[in-house]
Structure formats: structure tokens, C-alpha cells
């Protein structure tokens, strides 16, 4: 590779650039939209389980002053006598205290807002409450919930007050809400966002309950006057995220703040990941970038070796068929003799019939014979070595392979290779092309020679498979390494060192086209098997186009 070199290495930095350019690109742009996507998703989801929890804290809030209110109503709905005495008031009412114990005090006004009876841990003073706007409100609308205040007992608290709505006489019932069971109704009992602060002020801003219990209430929020909206308002600033919404109850407004950094961290942390991901993906990325571009330029260079020894393949096939041409006269020359050998024999027998002495006899017949013979494999030789169409013919496949094995005979006899037949009887004709045929089962004939090398043998069997003619040739050679067994089809692809590789390649197409198969059977230490498949009747050539002339046997 060292005149290559300079060349593979333009092409491996052009490789690597290409590869690193395909796969970091996308990598960068297709991560950094969807960093930006799943960030901005996360923060949207983020913030809308926010306006959820800020909701369901309003509706709990909501329930509760609905339930508060609807225990009022089931209260001054008792007979008249009941919430006028006294005496019986109070037996009532400590009832009512212990079933319902967010009730620290109960009252009931007449329709001149005269106090009739009291009940509770520190019951005001009897005095007329006519003038107050509670009472004015509670028997104008039935219902009544005053903002945070004090009181007589100087204790936070919420007013409620309902309207009897049985018949006469007209009364108002009253009951405070103790401004503890605020603060602790604004923390939900499901796990939610940690909040900095939570708390209800009125219409003019004053704090009427916190979720952190040593926070001042009935104090300004600095919040400007809330005018009525639907549903949940949110306002982002660079401290916080702070969400607010009106109660249907009540005219107060619920707030929430949020510390971005605390509620969007996860989404910095997917951002550091995604980061990270990058840069860890970048890494494999790049030493895959580099494995691969490795492994192309040696391929690139294997291909190389390989178009060299097609190359020299392809002079030594050059010059082979140039010196064939020239040795094609040079047989025929050589056919002509042995046929005037032929004749002289046969002269010499007749001429000297009676006279000649029995050796003398016996070696003008050998002779005879012998040009005879040699004569006739020439004649098949040259016929082999010219050019033909093919044909489709009636070939008896047992013949075929006696006559390439006839040709390797000296060869297989130099070597010691003893060729063992297993042929069924009467094993039929097949309509095939006979020269393809024939050039296939040389092939294999000769990788099984070199498989044996010495000493050896190589085993024929030939069955009759129905409509199909099998033909396995197995040798006893030291048989196909396991790494190799997967490229011994592959063209050009050889482990002698005079090989072409295409001697198993060239008869597995031969055999294709033919409507066939060729597969390795089996291989190991004790020899290698192959099995060749033909069908009885020609169904044509698996290459569409090829014309083929087609005779019938004679």
C-alpha cells in the first residue's frame, strides 16, 4: 500500500469529513430542536399542573366555605322555639359545637338585629346589631362572609352569617370560622410543587390568611386592587411565578408563587443530560466514523489486490487463449499423423496377414489401437476448445463425467487418486446444454484433485431424485477451514496461489442457469462434499434474453 498511500489518505480524510459531517449535523440540529422542544413542552406542562394545583386549592377553599355556610342554613332551619331560648338554645348548640367544631361561637338576631341567644368559648356582648352591614347583607342576600377580623376576642376570624328561610319569624344565625382553619386549608393534601408563599387577600389587598402561619394577616400585600376575572391568572417575573384566581364563595383572591429555578430545575437537568448525551454520542460517533473509514480504505485496498490478481489473471487468460490458437494447428497437425499411423497399421497388417509372427502381429494391433485411441481424444479436445451455440440436447450425465474424468486420468494416476463410482442403474437422460454441463463438472473435479493432492480418492454418486438427477462428488482431502466456507462462491476469491478463483463461482452459475443448484454439503477434516442438483427437463436458461438453439436427441 505504500504507493497508495498518499492516494488512501486524500480518500480516508474525504471519508471521515463526509461521515463526520453526515452524522454530526443532524445530530447537532436534530438534538438541539428537540432540547428546545422537550424543554419548552416540560415548562408548559410545568406550568399548567401549576394553574391545576392553584385551582384545586381554590375549589377546596370553595367547598369549604359552601359546606360552613350550608351547616348554617341546617342550623336555622330548627323550630323557632329552639333558637329564641335560651335554655334550650344551649343544649342545642353544644351539639352542634361538637358535632361541627370549627363552630366557636354561635349566635341568632331577631329582624331588629337584637342578640336572642349566644353559645361559644367567648360570646360577645348583647347589644343590637342592626346598623352593622353584616346583618344588612345577611338578611338582604341570605347569606353573609365577612373579610378577616378581630372581634371582641381579638382573635382572627371569619364571619358567617345565613338567613332563616322557614317561614316566621325572621332570624339570622351567626358562627365564626376561626382564621387557623384558613391558613391550614391553603396546604392540599397531595404532594405539589414546593410554593414560597400561598395566601388569600380581599378586594383591597389586606392578607386574609398565609400559608406560612408567622406571616402578619389583615395587612397590605402590596398587590394591586384585584378586579374580577375567570379562571387563573399567571404573571412571570424574574423572582418568581405567581398565580392568582378569585374565589366563587367569597370575593378574595387566591395566590401562589412559585420560584423558577426550583419549579423549572428538571428542566435544566434535561438540558445538562441532552448536553451530555451530545457530547457522549459525539465520542461513539467519532471513533465509529473512524472504524468505518478504516475499514472502507481496506476494502478499497483489498479490492486493489484484488483487480491486480484479476489483472494478471486476465494476461495469463490472454496469453493462454492466444497459445491455444496456435496449439489448435498444432493438434490437428498431430491428429492428421496419428490417423496416418492409423492407416500405415492397418497397411501392414493387412500386407503381412499370415506372414507376420505373433509379436509382430500383437504390436501393429497395439498400435492401430493406440492412434486410434489418441486420435479420438484429440478430436473431442478440439471439439471442446471450439467455440459452439449452445445447445439443449439428451446428455447422459454418467457418460459426461466418464469422459472429463477420462481426461484427467494421467494426472489422477501421476497422483495416486483413486476415483470410486456410485452410480444407480439406468440413471435417465436430462435435457440440458452439455458443453456448460460439462465445464462445470471439470471445475469441481479439478478443486476435488487439488483437495486430495496425493494418495487419496475421490468419491462420484449419481441418483436418480425423481425429476431431478443428483449428483454429489466428495474428496478426501483435509476439506474447507469454517472462516472460509462463506467465500468460497465469492468470484476472484482464492487460497492457492495460483488460483483464479472462479472455478466454484463460474460452475454455481452454470449450474443456476441450467435450472440447478450447487451447494457445499458438507466439509471437515476428513474431506469436503459437494452436491450438485439438475433437473430432467429443460425449463431455459435462468438468464432471460440468451437465445438458445435446441435439438432433439438422434
Not at 81 to 109: C, G, M, N, S
Not at 461 to 468: L, N, R, S, V
Amino acid at each position: 500500500m505504500k504507493q497508495d498511500y498518499p492516494h488512501f489518505r486524500r480518500l480516508w480524510n474525504r471519508v471521515v469529513a463526509a461521515l463526520m459531517g453526515a452524522a454530526f449535523i443532524p445530530l447537532i440540529v436534530i438534538g438541539g430542536i428537540f432540547s428546545f422542544y422537550a424543554v419548552s413542552i416540560f415548562k408548559d406542562r410545568t406550568v399548567e399542573m401549576l394553574v391545576h394545583d392553584t385551582d384545586t386549592r381554590r375549589k377546596q377553599l370553595d367547598s369549604l366555605f359552601n359546606d360552613r355556610v350550608a351547616t348554617l342554613k341546617l342550623v336555622a332551619q330548627m323550630p323557632a322555639d329552639i333558637l329564641t331560648v335560651q335554655e334550650k338554645f344551649d343544649a342545642y348548640a353544644r351539639t352542634v359545637i361538637e358535632k361541627y367544631p370549627w363552630i366557636h361561637d354561635l349566635e341568632v338576631f331577631d329582624i331588629q338585629g337584637n342578640q336572642l341567644v349566644h353559645q361559644g368559648h367567648l360570646a360577645r356582648e348583647t347589644r343590637n346589631y342592626a346598623d352593622r352591614t353584616w346583618f344588612q347583607q345577611a338578611g338582604a342576600t341570605g347569606v353573609w362572609i365577612s373579610d378577616l377580623e378581630l372581634g371582641y376576642r381579638q382573635v382572627p376570624h371569619v364571619s358567617l352569617a345565613v338567613r332563616r328561610e322557614k317561614g316566621p319569624p325572621f332570624l339570622i344565625v351567626r358562627a365564626s370560622l376561626d382564621g387557623g382553619d384558613l391558613q391550614r386549608q391553603l396546604q392540599p393534601n397531595w404532594k405539589a410543587f414546593t410554593a414560597t408563599d400561598v395566601f388569600l387577600i380581599d378586594r383591597r389587598g389586606d392578607y386574609q390568611a398565609r400559608l406560612q402561619p408567622d406571616r402578619p394577616l389583615m395587612v397590605a400585600s402590596g398587590l394591586e386592587q384585584q378586579q374580577r376575572f375567570d379562571g387563573v391568572r399567571i404573571q412571570e417575573k424574574q423572582e418568581n411565578i405567581q398565580l392568582t384566581t378569585w374565589l366563587s364563595s367569597v370575593p378574595w383572591v387566591l395566590g401562589a408563587c412559585y420560584k423558577p429555578k426550583e419549579v423549572f430545575a428538571p428542566a435544566l437537568e434535561m438540558r445538562y443530560f441532552a448536553l451530555w448525551s451530545l457530547v457522549l454520542g459525539g465520542i461513539v460517533i467519532f471513533f465509529l466514523v473512524l472504524l468505518t473509514a478504516d475499514s472502507l480504505v481496506n476494502r478499497l485496498e483489498a479490492k486493489r489486490q484484488r483487480i491486480h490478481h484479476l489483472n494478471a489473471q486476465m494476461q495469463r487468460s490472454s496469453y493462454m487463449a492466444s497459445t491455444m490458437e496456435l496449439g489448435i494447428g498444432f493438434l490437428e497437425e498431430i491428429t492428421d499423423r496419428l490417423a496416418s499411423i492409423t492407416v500405415a497399421a492397418e497397411w501392414l497388417e493387412n500386407h503381412l496377414s499370415g506372414e507376420a509372427t505373433a509379436p509382430v502381429a500383437e504390436d501393429l494391433k497395439q498400435i492401430r489401437e493406440s492412434a486410434v485411441t489418441g486420435r479420438k481424444r484429440l478430436k473431442q479436445f478440439l471439439e471442446n476448445l471450439r467455440p459452439r451455440p449452445p445447445v439443449i440436447t439428451d446428455v447422459q450425465t454418467v457418460d459426461l463425467i466418464e469422459t472429463v474424468v477420462t481426461w484427467l486420468k494421467k494426472e489422477l494416476a501421476l497422483r495416486c487418486i483413486r476415483v470410486v463410482w456410485d452410480s444407480d442403474e439406468d440413471v435417465p437422460a436430462i435435457r440440458t446444454e452439455p458443453g456448460k454441463l460439462r465445464h462445470a463438472f471439470q471445475n469441481i473435479l479439478l478443486n476435488a484433485l487439488t483437495a486430495v493432492d496425493r494418495h487419496g480418492e475421490i468419491h462420484i454418486a449419481i441418483k436418480d431424485e425423481g425429476p431431478q438427477v443428483a449428483v454429489t462428488i466428495t474428496d478426501s482431502g483435509c476439506g474447507i477451514p469454517s472462516e472460509n466456507r462463506e467465500r468460497i462462491f465469492e468470484p476472484l476469491y482464492t487460497t492457492k496461489p495460483d488460483g483464479t478463483g472462479l472455478g466454484l463461482p463460474v460452475a454455481r452459475d452454470i449450474f443456476q442457469a441450467l435450472g440447478g443448484s450447487l451447494i457445499l454439503s458438507q466439509s471437515s477434516s476428513k474431506g469436503t462434499t459437494f452436491r450438485m442438483v439438475l433437473p430432467k427437463q429443460f425449463h431455459g436458461f435462468a438468464d432471460v434474453g440468451r437465445k438458445v438453439q435446441t435439438a432433439n436427441a438422434s
